[in-house]
C-alpha cells in the first residue's frame, strides 16, 4: 500500500505542476562521456606531465588528472545546479552574461596570461579562465532574449540582423587580438544558427557568406601562419618536421590504433611524440588506445546526446527555452565535429577542444554548465499522459 501511495504521490505531483522531470537519458549520456573524458585525460596526459620535473607539474604524473578531475565534480556540482534554476532566470540575466564576457575579453590583452603565443586567458591565482568560454553561452542566452524580443521583425534589417551583427563583430574584433581564430569560428556559426532558428531572411546568410569569404581573404592575408596551416593541411608530410609535424603525428596515433587499438593506457605516440595529446589532440590517443571501434562507441554517444538535446529542445515549452536549448546543443554539435576534423585532418589544424574530454577547466565547467541549462529546460516539458 506504501508503494502504491508514493506512486499516486508522484502522479499527482505531476498532475499539479503540469512539468515533466529532469530528463534521464541526456543526464546519463553527459554522465558517461564526461567519465570516458576524465579516465582519457589521465591516460593522455601523465607521460607529459611526468617528463617535466621542471615545469607546472613538477614531475607529477597524475597533476593534469587530478586538476581535471576537481573540475568535474565541480562540473557535476554545476550542472545539477544550473538543472535546478528555472528558465526565467537565465532569461533574467542573458544580457549581463553577455556584458560580462565582453568585459573580460576586454580584459584579456591588458591582464591576460601568455601561452603559447597567445592571450586567451586571465590568471586568478592558481587557476585561469578562458573568457571565449563564456562568450558562447552569452551569443546564445542574448540571441535568445533578443530574437524573443524582435519577434515578429526578424526579417528585417534593422530589427533581425544589425543588433546581432553588432554583437558577433565586437566579440569576434576581441577574440581576433588574442588571437583565437577558432573561438571566433564557433561563435560565428553559432550566432548565424541562432539567427537561422530565430526566422531571419536567406539572403542575409547569403551576404554573411559572402563577407565571410572576403574576411577570411584579408585574413591569409595579414596573418601569414594562418596561410601556412592552410599550405599544411593540404599537404602535412611536406613538412613532417616542421608545421606539419603536429598533424602528421595525429594521423600515425590514429592509424596506430587499428580495429581494437592498443589498450588503454598503452598509446605510444602521447610519449611526447604528439603535442597537446591530453588537450585539442586527445581524440588522437583515443583513436590508437581504443582503436576503430572504441573511438565510434564515443561519436556515437556523442551523436545520442546531440539527438536528445534536439529533442528537448522541439519539446520545450516557450521560444526562448527552445531556442537556448537548440543553441547549446548546436555549440555542443560544432565543437565535436570541428575537433574530430581538425585530428583526422579534414580541415585545417586549429585550436578546438573536445567536448567533456580535452583539458581545460573553464571549458569544462562551462560546457558542465550549458549541460545543466538544456536539463532546466527539459524540466519544463508540459507532462504528456499519466
Known amino acids: 500500500m506504501r508503494y502504491g501511495g508514493a506512486e499516486l504521490r508522484i502522479k499527482e505531483t505531476k498532475d499539479k505542476t503540469g512539468r515533466a522531470g529532469m530528463d534521464i537519458s541526456f543526464f546519463v549520456l553527459v554522465m558517461v562521456l564526461l567519465t570516458i573524458g576524465v579516465t582519457m585525460v589521465l591516460s593522455a596526459s601523465f607521460a607529459r606531465a611526468y617528463f617535466d620535473p621542471g615545469g607546472i607539474t613538477g614531475g607529477d604524473p597524475v597533476y593534469y588528472f587530478v586538476r581535471q578531475f576537481i573540475f568535474a565534480v565541480l562540473g557535476v556540482a554545476a550542472m545539477i545546479i544550473c538543472s535546478r534554476l528555472p528558465i526565467g532566470f537565465y532569461k533574467r540575466f542573458s544580457i549581463p552574461v553577455l556584458i560580462a564576457a565582453i568585459v573580460l575579453l576586454m580584459l584579456v590583452p591588458l591582464i591576460g596570461v601568455d601561452a603559447n603565443g597567445a592571450k586567451r586567458w586571465i590568471g586568478f591565482g592558481a587557476f585561469t579562465i578562458q573568457p571565449s568560454e563564456i562568450a558562447k553561452i552569452g551569443v546564445i542566452l542574448s ?12 526579417k528585417s534589417f534593422r530589427y533581425g540582423i544589425l543588433p546581432f551583427a553588432a554583437i558577433l563583430m565586437l566579440i569576434v574584433a576581441l577574440l581576433v587580438l588574442e588571437p583565437h581564430f577558432s573561438a571566433s569560428i564557433i561563435i560565428v556559426a ?19 557568406a559572402v563577407a565571410a569569404g572576403g574576411g577570411i581573404a584579408v585574413l591569409l592575408t595579414l596573418f601569414p601562419y594562418a596561410s601556412t596551416r592552410i599550405t599544411t593541411w593540404r599537404d602535412p608530410f611536406a613538412s613532417t618536421s616542421d608545421e606539419g609535424y603536429q598533424i602528421v603525428q595525429s594521423l600515425y596515433s590514429i592509424g596506430s590504433g587499428g ?128
Open 143 to 154: 540571441f535568445s532574449v533578443l530574437i524573443c524580443r524582435n519577434r515578429g521583425r526578424m
Open 259 to 386: 580495429l581494437t587499438g592498443l589498450g588503454l593506457g598503452q598509446s605510444r605516440q602521447k610519449y611526447l611524440y604528439l603535442p597537446e595529446e591530453h588537450n585539442d589532440f586527445i581524440f588522437s590517443v583515443v583513436c590508437e588506445e581504443l582503436g576503430f571501434i572504441g573511438a565510434l562507441l564515443i561519436l556515437t554517444l556523442f551523436a545520442l546526446l546531440i539527438i536528445r538535446g534536439y529533442w528537448i529542445a522541439l519539446q520545450a515549452a516557450d521560444r526562448y527555452s527552445f531556442l537556448v536549448s537548440a543553441g547549446i546543443t548546436t555549440l555542443l554539435a560544432i565543437q565535436v565535429i570541428l575537433n574530430v576534423a581538425v585530428v583526422t585532418n579534414l580541415v585545417p589544424c586549429t585550436g578546438i577542444s573536445l567536448p567533456f574530454f580535452s583539458y581545460g577547466g573553464t571549458a569544462l565547467l562551462m560546457q558542465m554548465a550549458e549541460m545543466g541549462i538544456v536539463l532546466s529546460v527539459s524540466r519544463g516539458i508540459p507532462c504528456r499522459g499519466g
Open 190 to 208: 553559432i550566432g548565424g544558427v541562432m539567427l537561422f532558428l530565430g526566422g531571419a531572411k536567406l539572403v542575409w546568410f547569403i551576404a554573411a
